[in-house]
């Protein structure tokens, strides 16, 4: 078993909150984790939603149905019976020890008020994403944590070792799929999208047309990593605004998808307030878009889509178990002047991170990153260049030109 870097996270959870939700795309391995969880308590319940048989009894009885049940109790896909948290609320109100509950879900419950406020300030949420760079090769990265501190990168050749770039980018973080070759692979991603649209969206909603769901996908794959214009992808997609506004939200629920807001903390001055839209595994993107491990970085038209959403989802991922929970945005003025990912901790500290797929690196690749070190003052911490070469290179006060390979180092 691959080891989970939110792992610590989870324990500590469970060590100070009554209720630890972990929620994540389908078959990012909530279940393997949670289940190696429990062999380590002493006493504890496993139920699985997607059994229908359970489904049908917790349903009927949901109070009734807990109150048969011992120890740590472990619920699987939680979000297919809406009428538990309330349920799981009374249970915790009566009786506050941590570690009451591990729940799982495949919906995101902040994208779905009336269960997330059931249990506001009795759950602990985190999100499990397909496996990281770093967890593939048995490390936990410090990547951000080394942007944050200012100390910089020291100044060495990185390579890439073990997979290619592309060959990381081809094959995404699903637990199956890294397992498989490529053929395998699209006949795993082939079902897996079969699965999602006629459990997991219909789960969340009656929405009509989910045989328009696959092509809208790969619309959104040809612009991820790019500014939402929901203008012109209704036009391209044929779908109504208010209709794809509906699917949008089931697509971020359901984790397919992920909005990537825009940094505006300087009000006074003219920045693009639009997100950016980003698929959340470029293994599924390279699937929906039917793209060669090759064409991932040599197809001119998404070379470029690949690589930055490959970094944007390995800085989600590490975000997600760093304590302190940066929050990932993009940056762009109305002059042009644009940074890929900013990260802000807490509303204080900013860090920079632009992507380049050249292997060198001019004064002119940092003129967004100096403009947003203008713009934050003193909340800039840091600004990289991730690119495809092999040196990391100062360019002045708190700015590098760093390897991309220096994103799964530990």
């Known amino acids: 078993m691959i080891r989970r870097n939110i792992e610590p996270l989870v324990r500590a959870g469970l060590a100070e909150s009554p209720v630890v939700l972990i929620n994540g795309a389908r078959q990012t391995g909530k279940t393997t984790l949670v289940r190696a969880l429990a062999a380590g308590i002493r006493k504890a ?30 619920i699987d896909e939680i979000q297919k019976a809406p009428a538990l948290f309330p349920a799981i609320k009374m249970a915790v109100d009566e009786d506050r020890r941590p570690g009451r509950f591990i729940l799982t879900g495949s919906a995101n419950v902040l994208t779905l008020p009336k269960l997330s406020e059931s249990l506001a300030g009795r759950m ?12 593939i090769e048995g490390r ?20 890439v070792h073990g997979a290619s770039l592309a060959q990381r980018i081809h094959r995404g973080g699903y637990p199956e799929a890294i397992r498989r070759s490529a053929a395998p692979r699209r006949a795993w991603f082939s079902s897996y999208l079969t699965t999602i649209l006629q459990r997991d969206i219909r789960d969340l909603s ?10 809208l996908l790969a619309l959104l794959a040809a612009r991820s990593a790019a500014l939402l214009n929901i203008s012109e992808l209704s036009r391209s997609a044929g779908i109504p605004h208010t209709s794809l506004q509906r699917y949008l939200a089931l697509f971020e629920a359901a984790f397919l998808i992920q ?16 997100p950016k839209v980003l698929l959340g595994d470029t293994g599924f993107m390279a699937h929906l878009l039917n793209a060669s491990e090759d064409a991932v970085l040599k197809d001119a038209n998404l070379s470029g889509r690949f690589l930055e959403t490959f970094v944007g989802c390995e800085l989600l991922k590490q975000a997600e178990w760093e304590e302190s929970r940066p929050v990932l945005m993009h940056y762009r003025t109305a002059a042009g002047k644009e940074v890929d990912f900013v990260l802000e901790e807490g509303g204080r500290r900013v860090v920079g991170i632009e992507v380049k797929s050249s292997h060198g690196v001019g004064v002119q690749d940092f003129s967004g990153l100096r403009s947003l070190a203008e713009d934050a003052g003193k909340q800039f911490a840091a600004g990289v260049v991730l690119y495809a070469g092999e040196k990391v290179v ?17």
């Open 45 to 74: 319940a496993y139920i699985t939603l997607d059994d229908s048989a359970v489904l049908g009894g917790v349903a009927g009885n949901p109070r009734g149905y807990l109150s048969g049940l011992e120890g740590t109790i472990i």
């Open 124 to 135: 602990e949420i985190l999100t499990l994403r397909p496996f990281s760079q770093g967890e």
């Open 140 to 159: 936990r990265e410090t990547f951000i944590k080394r942007l944050f501190s200012g100390k910089g990168f020291p100044v060495i050749d990185r390579a």
């Open 206 to 215: 009656n929405i009509d047309g989910l045989l328009e769901t696959p092509r």
């Open 259 to 274: 909005r990537i807001p825009a940094w505006t903390a300087n009000l006074s001055k003219r920045l693009v307030r639009a």
């Open 394 to 410: 100062p360019f002045g006060p708190h700015l590098w030109a760093v390897p991309i390979s220096e994103l799964w180092v530990e």
